[in-house]
């Protein structure tokens, strides 16, 4: 509220809205109160004040039921009632907040918000409370823990806050603009300006923002846009207090004069409905705070800073009996506020008391409140006696004292292993008789138990756990295995949950607060899509694949290019990789490695994921490697594909590749040698590793130095002999990789223990060499090596978590030898150069390789596994997206599907075996980027919008629906496009039905773009289509949906379609091209066209009539209702007609621009759409039925497209 113009002594203790106004303790107050002593001569201090056991409260009439201190002689800045619990927060001019339970106003909590500034407003969430001072904004848990704590520019001045949605927050003051917050990220999202500054009162209805400012004005503004809408000039001079209620606002404040400001006795109330003023309500009181308690009726609550209360209806007059009188200790009263049930009223005053007033003896606070939390009493001081001849007695009751040494029963885990209750196998009689419909299995109960009795046979086998199972066997008792619940949650298997909306409500920035794009997991081999985001963060395969564009219809490098730019694109916003994975589906080399799983594998997580992706991994270089090792480019796709590339070997070669000699020496003495390359190698470990439990150490270096130099005897062709010989062979290296790629081959328990016991010598030796001092045969304990780390020792040692399950190093050193053998040794950073400096890198053929990745294989028996990646994410791609954080470094990400989270780097070298297994790792040469051209030159020409052949055989010229481009109506940046596009069915929606009869949405029906239309928007031959390509497909059409599309079968085969039938490649690239050059798409449902088709648009390049004819919180309005009423049109007749849907946007646009006068008169179009939907309602959103069935897509129209 604004104080100017009270009392003197009131504007000692309010916020400085003015810079007149400094907050001071007042001086007529008792200076003696500071100091917490006595306040009457009797010597009771206030805090001992008695309160009357039993209060007499009429019904229905507001009475005074308790008074209580919130803080000795510091005044109540801010009241507010919880409106999650029965509690009562109190703030004041100190900083200070306090808490009170329940109508008898028990302290609670009590904590300090602030050091200097006073609390200026409460506002209460489920989980925590809002704490606004001048320039901060405070989150803290109801005891007093802090959640988040957001600083404001030292140039704010706030005052006022009010919650638009669970997670959106305004925050106004002094200042000309108001700030947006999302309460998740704990970011300012936007910033509205004000064109009169001073907001210092905010309230919000089902129509507007209400915000009140200190010049005496009452602005009503847009929910959506945040624009003016209306203007109230409430007083001459200032604004106190205002509410609204229903249709009614009602203002109070003060009125300029010759001598200052003076309270102005009359409430200044408007009608909301005709927006004008009606009879203003003079009352008895010198009004300074004002509320609206609507019980019976819309009855006002007004009240003076010096205590008197009165009440009246708005539109009525005052009765001044109606009045009553609040006794505060101090002078005056400084905050107000209401219950949300209406049945308590709150007051603070200048002495720092609190007055609960209620109009019943026990009320409540709120219609429905939560249980509070209290803390537990101590029991230290009454404990019960135990008997302990009974054997049920929980010793949990005996208190043990906390102490910093090990416990007894803390068992080392040495000692100790978890014992699993397994699930009882299902009766063998149940299994024989049962029948199954859909996934659900019927059988008669064979009477053998008792009904919903199991019982538990615990047998020693049990047990034992295989850390490399899969699902148990029965759902019953899973919760109950300890080793399910190591998994961390980040690194689950992320589902998506939809709704009636699909995927509109669901949030994903609670994923993923990044501003990097996540990959959606439904789509049917979505496991790859952590090695999908591993390709994008090499920063030469990004630009490489980028600019790639070849003729061949599924060809993986373009369908990843065009994945990339949407990657690109994103900010935070999920992508999902459809086409690729469509164009990967139809390789016969895939299916024939086995890379493509059905649905009900990749959902119960049967097949390995680990050897599945370690198989992609080779299958996806080796695919990328072929398709850019093709130099012939068409005309029509010529673009900077071959930049990168001059000789016959592909960029995919010169990064990846490593050339070898093959070397076969048969037992005659003739050896054979042979040239050869490979893409990544694959680890070998030593013979007899799993035997071997001495710890003997083996660094990771030499296990790859094995691997690569690989040495086998193993029986070979010999010419010599002319037979099968045994042959020793061996490979050494001619060229090494700038990325090396190494599958870790972990399938099965024995490299699991190998990977697990080198951690564990990696460890002790890791301790031993921080230990220092610490002699050999001491043993080390965990309070010397925290010693280690403190500053005072000068040595910094990485914790004891950073180095468990450790063995794989972030570098390794690799050297050429003139006897063309390999040294490999792990390196670290500050580590001399083994073989010489680091500038003479590539004249002594010493290279240094960084870890860049790790794809990981989660076990986790209750969603059958999941494939996640750590990635250490370069520079240029924070720059690129702008990270308001200002990360320019390098950061580890886990990339989890759409989950992505940045982590330490030492989490992505740790491996528990038992649920964290390493499938795949990435390694590049340092200062690799320099070395390639990254520039990127969009290869997609104006070409492909030409005229081109179709595919389908019986297609006539008589039947083209539309007319290409011309070379002179190429467009241009913000010409407009009409866009429909209309859709077929591959999958079906999967669903279960719950027990309450609701439906959950498991998996959504997969659709495929079939027919996508692009018509002209301006110019002579505005309307007429430019792009009606219907989409062919090699996968089966479930359904046509011809009722809503107007696809009917046949329409998409090549061999009896009539349609112009293209490639979905082929159309992509035209969507792509005008997306590139900047054109304006308008259309009905966009977002849904957008998605399907896999394109990622910048919203700025949207124009959809969806929300452009939508008012908040209302449903949204059909195309075909739509052009009813405004353009008189009936359309969407039999079946929907992508021309005719495309050309009805576009002139809903034209309408909408001509309506609301390009924007400029959102007031005049807001009332064209309250007429729209009140239409609506009447007419059930049902368009009449025709006498004749008429479309606007006339013969008239048909004949102007076959003229030109």
Same mark, same amino acid.
């Given at each position: ?96 907040? !306090? ?97 009169? #500054? ?136 400084? !905050? ?40 537990? #009493? ?116 992320? !589902? ?225 002999? %002319? ?108 580590? %001399? ?105 969009? #290869? ?246 025709? %006498? ?17």
């Amino acid at each position: 509220m604004n104080f100017e113009g009270l009392d003197p002594g009131l504007a000692e203790y309010a916020p400085a809205m003015h810079s007149a106004l400094d907050p001071v303790l007042d001086a007529h107050l008792n200076p003696s109160l500071l100091q917490n002593v006595e306040l009457d001569p009797e010597g009771v201090a206030l805090e001992a004040l008695p309160v009357q056991e039993s209060v007499h409260i009429m019904e229905g009439v507001y009475s005074e039921l308790h008074s209580v201190v919130a803080e000795v002689g510091v005044p109540v800045s801010v009241s507010h009632f919880d409106l999650h619990e029965e509690m009562l927060w109190v703030g004041s001019h100190g900083g200070h907040a !306090t808490s009170f339970f329940g109508p008898t106003l028990e302290r609670y909590s009590s904590f300090q918000v602030n050091g200097s500034d006073d609390i200026r407003q409460i506002q209460s969430l489920e989980n925590g409370i809002l704490f606004l001072t001048k320039n901060n904004l405070k989150y803290m848990a109801r005891g007093g823990l802090i959640i988040f704590d957001y600083l404001l520019d030292e140039s704010e001045d706030m005052h006022s806050l009010l919650l638009t949605d669970s997670s959106t927050l305004l925050i106004g003051g002094l200042q000309n603009h108001i700030l947006e917050i999302d309460l998740n990220t704990v970011q300012e999202t936007q910033k509205y300006a004000v064109e009169t #500054p001073g907001v210092t009162i905010m309230r919000q209805t089902n129509r507007f923002f209400f915000c009140g400012h200190t010049s005496g004005k009452v602005s009503l503004r847009d929910l959506r846009t945040f624009k003016v809408e209306h203007e109230f000039d409430a007083f001459s001079g200032s604004l106190s207090d205002f509410d609204v209620h229903g249709n009614l606002l009602a203002t109070c404040g003060f009125s300029s004069r010759l001598t200052g400001l003076a309270c102005d006795r009359f409430l200044k109330v408007y009608d909301l409905r005709m927006m004008r003023a009606i009879t203003p309500l003079q009352v008895h009181v010198d009004p300074a705070f004002l509320r609206f308690i609507p019980t019976y009726t819309s009855r006002l609550a007004i009240i003076s800073q010096s205590g008197q209360c009165q009440f009246c209806e708005p539109t009525g007059l005052a009765n001044p009996a109606d009045i009553f009188h609040v006794n505060p200790v101090g002078p005056l009263l400084m !905050t107000f506020d209401v219950s949300a049930s209406k049945q308590a009223l709150a007051f603070g005053d200048s002495e720092g008391c609190v007055h609960l007033w209620t109009d019943s003896p026990e009320p409540s606070f709120n219609p429905y409140s939560r249980e509070t939390e209290f803390a537990l #009493p101590c029991l230290v001081d009454s404990l019960p006696p135990l008997d302990w001849s009974q054997d049920l007695l929980p010793l949990s009751l005996i208190p043990v004292p906390l102490t910093a040494d090990t416990l007894l029963s803390d068992w080392p885990a040495a000692n100790s292993a978890p014992a699993p209750r397994r699930a009882p196998p299902v009766d063998a009689e149940i299994l024989r008789t049962m029948k199954k419909v859909g996934f659900i299995g019927y059988a008669p109960n064979p009477r053998t138990r008792l009904r919903n009795q199991i019982p538990y046979r615990l047998k020693e086998s049990d047990s034992e756990f295989d850390n490399f199972s899969q699902v148990t066997e029965s759902p019953i008792g899973r919760e109950e295995e300890p080793h399910l619940h190591m998994v961390s949650k980040k690194y689950r298997k992320v !589902t998506i949950k939809y709704s009636k909306l699909g995927l509109e409500d669901f949030d994903f920035k609670h994923y993923n607060k990044t501003l990097f794009a996540g990959l959606e997991p439904h789509i049917p081999n979505a496991y790859c899509n952590c090695m999908i985001q591993v390709l994008y963060f090499l920063e030469p395969v990004r630009c490489l694949i980028q600019n790639h564009l070849c003729q061949k219809e599924f060809c993986l490098a373009c369908e990843l290019g065009f994945l990339f730019h949407m990657l690109d694109l994103s900010r935070g916003d999920p992508c999902q990789g459809s086409n690729f994975l469509r164009a990967f589906r139809t390789i016969p080399e895939a299916s024939a490695l086995g890379l493509i799983l059905a649905d009900s594998d990749e959902a119960s997580g049967k097949g390995n994921l680990a050897r599945l992706i370690q198989r992609w991994n080779r299958f996806i270089l080796t695919q990328l490697h072929q398709d850019l090792q093709e130099l012939e480019v068409p005309q029509a796709y010529r673009g900077a594909g071959g930049s990168f590339c001059s000789s016959g070997d592909s960029v995919i070669g010169q990064l990846f590749s490593c050339e070898m000699e093959n070397c076969s020496l048969c037992r005659c003495g003739s050896e054979t040698v042979r040239a050869s390359s490979t893409l990544l190698f694959t680890l070998s470990y030593p013979e007899g590793s799993n035997s071997d439990k001495t710890g003997k150490n083996c660094d990771f270096a030499q296990v790859l130095k094995r691997s690569i130099c690989l040495e086998q005897n193993t029986q070979a062709w010999c010419d010599n002999c %002319e037979k099968y010989q045994p042959t020793i062979q061996t490979r050494n290296i001619r060229h090494l990789p700038d990325i090396l790629v190494i599958n870790c081959e972990v399938n099965s328990l024995k490299e699991a223990d190998f990977w697990r016991m080198q951690a564990e010598v990696a460890f002790k030796m890791a301790i031993k060499k921080h230990s220092g001092e610490i002699s050999k045969n001491k043993e080390f304990a965990l309070a010397d090596w925290k010693e280690l780390g403190s500053p005072e020792g000068m040595l910094m040692c990485p914790s004891i978590e950073e180095l468990k399950n450790v063995w794989l190093p972030f570098s390794i050193q690799m050297k050429m030898t003139k006897n063309k053998g390999l040294d490999v040794c792990n390196w670290t950073d500050g580590a %001399e150069m083994q073989w010489g400096p680091a500038r003479a890198e590539e004249e002594h053929g010493v290279y240094v390789y960084d870890l860049m990745a790790t794809v990981v294989h989660i076990l986790d028996s209750r969603t059958g596994g999941s494939l996640v990646a750590h990635i250490k994410v370069g520079e240029t791609y924070h720059q690129r997206k702008e990270v308001s954080e200002g990360v320019t470094h390098q950061q580890w990400y886990l990339f989890n599907d759409f989950l992505i989270e940045p982590i330490d780097k030492h989490e992505a070298v740790q491996f528990d075996m038992n649920w964290k297994v390493p499938a795949i790792l990435y390694y590049i040469k340092r200062n690799l980027n320099s070395k390639y051209n990254l520039n990127i030159k969009n #290869p997609i020409e104006a070409n492909v919008l030409l005229a081109e052949a179709s595919l389908a055989r019986k297609q006539r010229k008589t039947h083209t629906t539309f007319i290409p481009l011309m070379l002179n109506e190429m467009p241009q940046v913000g010409d407009l496009v009409g866009l429909d596009a209309e859709f077929v069915t591959l999958n079906e929606e999967e669903a279960e039905l719950r027990s309450d009869g609701t439906k959950s949405t498991i998996k959504p029906s997969q659709m495929s773009v079939a027919r996508i239309t692009c018509v002209r928007g301006q110019g002579p031959n505005e309307g007429i289509p430019f792009i009606d390509d219907y989409i062919s497909t090699q996968e089966q059409v479930v359904d046509y949906l011809t009722q809503y599309s107007g696809i009917k079968p046949g329409d998409l085969d090549a061999k009896i379609s009539s349609k112009h039938l293209t490639t979905l490649k082929s159309t992509y690239l035209k969507l792509r091209f005008l997306i590139d050059i900047g054109v304006k798409f308008v259309g009905h449902g966009l977002q849904k066209d957008f998605r399907v088709i896999n394109l990622m648009v910048p919203k700025d390049q949207v124009l959809d009539t969806v929300y452009l004819f939508h008012m908040p919180r209302k449903r949204m309005i059909s195309l075909r209702f739509l052009a009813w009423y405004f353009l008189d049109l009936k359309i969407q007749g039999e079946t929907h007609d992508s021309i005719e849907d495309a050309r009805t946007a576009l002139q809903l646009y034209r309408k909408y621009l001509e309506l609301s006068k390009n924007g400029t008169e959102p007031e005049s179009f807001h009332k064209v759409l309250k007429g729209l939907y009140e239409k609506g309602r009447k007419m059930d959103w049902k368009v009449p039925e025709p %006498e004749g069935q008429t479309s606007p897509k006339s013969a008239a129209v048909f004949s102007s497209v076959l003229a030109l």
